[in-house]
T-cell receptor, first 115, second 114 residues
Framework: DQQVKQNSPSLSVQEGRISILNCDYT??????FLWYKKYPAEGPTFLIS?????DKNEDGRFTVFLNKSAKHLSLHIVPSQPGDSAVYFC??????????????FGKGTLLTVNP | DSGVTQTPKHLITATGQRVTLRCSPR?????VYWYQQSLDQGLQFLIQ???????AKGNILERFSAQQFPDLHSELNLSSLELGDSALYFC?????????????FGDGTRLSIL
């Protein structure tokens, strides 16, 4: 059972335009969401996060939107740059009791930004 | 450079064998997390240690175990290896123990089982 889904395996965008990466989840107990970026042969790098009590968080060119009723979040990159080409992972965190947390990742979306 | 060091970068071994993967967290980080990334499963959380104690468990098999030492480095032990254990194993660290904070990942150890 995949609790965090990134339904688009890949996305191609022109430089300077907006990139929108989507993520859906099924577990209503998730209370924190994070986006990571991964280049080949490197580990994931944290990008931006959002708490379930918010619906938007912005950091420079990156904005994450959360729609709790739809169990959907999206990452907007504006403007997109060729260096943004990477695999983007959505992750969701759940406190499963006391100090126990779980972190569930989506399978990732490969973003290609064309010059 | 995330500051998280994983060794070795590559490991090739045979079925039935046992291997140990090592992780040095970022300076000052108390929490270490282990993940497995295989082609069909994506990134799977295995286990977390915080300041030497096990904090959270994910999809970790009984054949796998981990520990965190007093100097905060961690080792992931994989035994009775099977072909399906071939994957990229990542270690990550964070200052505190919650998952609701950014983790800093190493570049991974690629394990190939022949």
């Amino acid at each position: 059972d995949q609790q965090v889904k990134q339904n688009s395996p890949s996305l191609s965008v022109q430089e300077g335009r907006i990139s929108i990466l989507n993520c859906d989840y099924t577990n209503s107990m998730f209370d924190y969401f994070l986006w990571y970026k991964k280049y080949p042969a490197e580990g994931p790098t944290f990008l931006i996060s959002i708490s379930s009590i918010k619906d938007k968080n912005e950091d420079g060119r990156f904005t994450v939107f959360l729609n709790k009723s739809a169990k959907h979040l999206s990452l907007h990159i504006v403007p997109s740059q060729p260096g943004d080409s990477a695999v983007y992972f959505c992750a969701a965190s759940e406190n499963s009791g006391g100090s126990n947390y779980k972190l569930t990742f989506g399978k990732g979306t490969l973003l290609t930004v064309n010059p | 450079d995330s500051g998280v060091t994983q060794t070795p970068k590559h490991l090739i071994t045979a079925t039935g064998q046992r291997v140990t993967l090592r992780c040095s967290p970022r300076s000052g980080d108390l929490s270490v997390y282990w993940y497995q990334q295989s082609l069909d499963q994506g990134l799977q959380f295995l286990i977390q240690y915080y300041n030497g104690e096990e904090r959270a468990k994910g999809n970790i098999l009984e054949r796998f175990s981990a520990q965190q030492f007093p100097d905060l480095h961690s080792e992931l032990n994989l035994s009775s290896l099977e072909l399906g254990d071939s994957a990229l194993y990542f270690c990550a660290s964070s200052p505190e123990g919650g998952f609701n904070q950014p983790q800093h990942f190493g570049d991974g150890t690629r394990l190939s089982i022949l």
